[in-house]
């Protein structure tokens, strides 16, 4: 006898988990099905994010920030530390710890909100009179039927072809958050957002880190100017950052990695690691769904197709996050997954894609929302800029950290802000106010005119919000 549901949520990760307590909310009686497993077998929900992603990163480069601070800069302010030691079984079971409230909450939530809680993986079956049915394969094997369904089933780790992850030697995000010691030399293939942060994770705690990027540029998604600087930055920490290069072969021997590879020049060179973590993107994950059965249609890249609102080519069948397009962010996937749950409830749920915040959470950090000033050139656009450096701002003289800078760009005749670029101390905070600023559709003169508290970090974004207009009142 199958149990009947008005939506069954297939992943409990940021879209699927958010997407199940907004329905709740609405009154739709919901199931949410996650297949992630715990170290002892036992339900992990939270996705990606809870478990390999978001969180646990975070985690890492928190602990690791703080060695590097009491190795740096503690003595800058006058405090003598000596024997300063990492105990990285310890980092790793702090992050663990914090993953598993992360997880519990989650299921805390669910039971708070009445969602009925399946640990497996779910599929279709087929399409049955008002819905589909779906089967629950765990410890027990369960046959649920619901009238819609969202598919939120995620990403998984890309892998070079020919040289796939061990999780020992050659790394994804999973074991690269999961070493148990720190590798003397570690290679990366990839300066993206993961390359970045966990490169940075592993040299604050010692590891030689040699990072291979394919691309000529340095983050080139990335305002150029804001990746210039940062770039300045990791290279003066120790990374090395090696661009335009092409990866050829991969031998991964007992205890190392050796990696041919080109350098922009087209000079061959070769890299040996101890350890090898490849980041270079993330492929939509339908694996097991079974989407077949049911006739449910996924793009060239194996993403689910859904048209602007989140709806998939079969009536009542939702997709939502990493597994459809977009960026693969955990914020973008909850706010789908609200928009979908208030669409199933007849409400006009919304997602404005042009306020997607990003951020990179390494020191400095980085964090955008908007265009870069290559995309308005490329587009045509008259704008105008104003930057203002945080080393001329007193809360970040106080704190030691004056790299970096906020920029904004506005629109050159109705001065509306197109997009704010910072690179610096809790560039993550700081970017909420710009976000806010352009959902409201504000101008840089409304910042400008805003009093922020003295003496704070903020006072950048409204600096810089003066610059558009030529007249900094510190710089
Ligand atoms: P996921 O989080 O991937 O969740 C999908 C869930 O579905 C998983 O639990 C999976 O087990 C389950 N599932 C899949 N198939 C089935 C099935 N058939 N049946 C049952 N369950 C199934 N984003 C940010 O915004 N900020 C960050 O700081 C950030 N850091 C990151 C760091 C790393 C190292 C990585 C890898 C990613 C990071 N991301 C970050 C990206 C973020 O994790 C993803 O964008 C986000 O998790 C996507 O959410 P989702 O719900 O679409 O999918
Ligand atoms: P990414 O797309 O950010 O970066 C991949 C990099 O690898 C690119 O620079 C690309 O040019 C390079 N590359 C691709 N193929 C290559 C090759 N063969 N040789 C050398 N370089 C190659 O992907 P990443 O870092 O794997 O992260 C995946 C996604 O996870 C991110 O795009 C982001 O959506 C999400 N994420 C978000 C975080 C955040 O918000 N702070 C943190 C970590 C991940």
Redo the contacts with the bound molecule.
Sequence with gaps: MSQQFDVIV???????YIAAIRAAQLGMRVAC????KNAAGGPA??????????I???ALLQSSEHFDQANHHFAEHGIAVSDVRMDVAKMVARKDSVVKQNNDGILYLFKKNKITFFH????FVKAVDGGYEIKVSGAAEEILVGKQIVV????T?RPLPGTPFDEQLVLS?DG??RMGTVPKKLGLIGSG??GL??GSVWRRLGAEVTILEALPEFLGAVDQQIAKEAHKAFVKQGLKIELGVTVGAIKVGKKGVNVAWTNAKGEAQTLDVDKLIISIG?SP?T???NADAVGLKLDARGAIEVDAECRSNLSGVWA????VHGP??????EEE?VAVAERMAGQHGHVNFNTIPW?I?TNPEIAWVGQTEQQLKAAGRAYRAGSFPFLANGRARALGDTTGMVKMLADATTDEILGVHIVGPMASELIAECVVAMAFRASSEDIARICHAHPSLSEATKEAALAVDKRTLNF
């Design positions: 297939i992943g409990a990760g940021p879209g699927g099905v996650d297949e992630w929900p939270g996705g990606t994010c809870t478990n390999v992603g978001c646990p990163s975070k497996g993986r779910g599929a939120a089933t995620g990403s780790a995000n690269a958050l957002v993961i942060e966990m993330r994950n694996v097991g769904l939502v996050g990493d597994v693969m962010l955990a914020h973008k996937a997954g951020v959470y």
